[in-house]
């Protein structure tokens, strides 16, 4: 049998292949903009089929939204942001520096 990995080495051994960093960093925007909608979704007391209604979207597709399971284009964002009673607000920032 073979040694047992650390989680921080078996991470580094993974980050360190092509493309995860890309794929780790799409995969957190994802996230973050489906947690983003649900938090607001629940703010407003609507339930996915009610936000669905709004944007012209079916349940299943916010379900997956939110759980970070699709990337969404811009006019879907603005549906969203609007649906949502919010402003969308696209911005680039610059790289954070490795320490």
Known sequence: MGERKTWADKKAEIMSRPG????????????ELGEAVRLR?????????????RTG???PAVARFEAGGTMPTIPMLERLAE?????????????????
């Not at 979704?41 to 209604?53: D, N, V």
């Open 20 to 31: 995860a960093g890309a794929a780790y960093e799409a995969a957190r925007i994802r996230f």
């Open 83 to 99: 649906a949502l009673e919010m402003r969308l607000s696209v911005q680039f920032q610059p790289l954070r520096e490795a320490s």
């Open 41 to 53: 979704r629940e703010q407003l007391g609507l339930t996915q089929t009610e936000l669905a209604e």
């Open 57 to 59: 979207l079916k349940q």
